[in-house]
């Protein structure tokens, strides 16, 4: 009831000495930037609840892991360290490969291969690796020709979805992401997800090359 006739002050007061100081919505929509909007960006908008919860929780561990980290820094290092040079633009580097010990999925038809991950010239292309391998001076015309009379004892390989990329020292410095369509526990679909990457395999040519075709146009029989 107090807080009700308390209100009836507040024109009034605001008409003869102007707006009220420290009450403001900046606070609150900060708090809601930080911890709704920022937190529901780094989810796949599907059952995002626990994953923002979890994206919060790390993220506040790792708050606390650095504030102790200056603490330790301030009782420990001199307080006078020597000036760091500037390090200048950035270089290109030697990225290494690192790769899991076991695929996501060990065994994929070829047919999987092209409907669900869209390499619709994935036999052609592997025919291509293989003859390359056997003789790498081969080239052009001469290994699409070979590459389509090389016949393939499978038709399965294995699929990792995830790729690391390390400097010299051993730091990851880049990572692919595969993502195929799936169907989550309430029976949605979570639409597939590819990272974009450029291969430059050293030969100019190899860049024209890159087209697309359909499934249903992609018949080249094995000999």
């Known amino acids: 009831m107090f807080r009700k006739f308390s209100l009836l002050h507040y024109g009034q007061s605001i008409c003869l000495f102007g707006t009220t100081d420290n009450y403001n919505t900046k606070q609150t929509e900060r708090l809601h930037i930080d911890f709704t909007k920022d937190a529901y960006h780094t989810t796949n908008h599907k ?14 561990k790792v ?46 038809p070829f047919e999987d291969i ?25 080239s052009g015309w001469a290994l699409r020709n070979c590459g389509e009379n090389t016949w393939i004892p499978f038709n399965y390989v294995p699929v990792f979805h995830k790729i690391k990329f390390t400097n010299g020292d ?13 169907v989550d526990a309430h029976r949605q679909i979570i639409p597939k997800c ?23 146009d992609h018949h080249r029989a094995k000999t």
């Not at 301030?74 to 290109?92: M, N």
């Not at 690796?129 to 056997?134: A, D, Q, T, Y």
């Not at 051993?170 to 799936?182: F, K, R, T």
């Not at 590819?194 to 499934?215: H, K, M, N, Y």
């Open 47 to 60: 059952d995002e609840y626990p994953q923002m919860t979890t994206w919060l929780e790390c993220r506040k």
């Open 63 to 108: 708050q606390q892991h650095t504030t102790f980290i200056k603490w330790w820094q301030q009782q420990h290092l001199p307080t006078s360290a020597p000036p760091q040079r500037p390090s200048g633009p950035p270089q290109p580097g030697t990225c290494y490969l690192q790769m899991t010990q076991h695929p996501t999925l060990r065994k994929v």
């Open 114 to 138: 092209i409907s669900n991950y869209g390499a619709v010239d994935f036999a052609d292309l592997l025919g291509d690796f293989i003859v390359h391998l056997k003789d790498p001076s081969i």
């Open 170 to 182: 051993g730091a990851i410095v880049d990572s692919i992401h595969i993502q195929p369509e799936q």
């Open 194 to 216: 590819f990272d974009t990457a450029l291969v430059w395999t050293g030969e100019q040519s190899d860049v024209c090359r890159i087209q697309g075709r359909f499934p249903s």
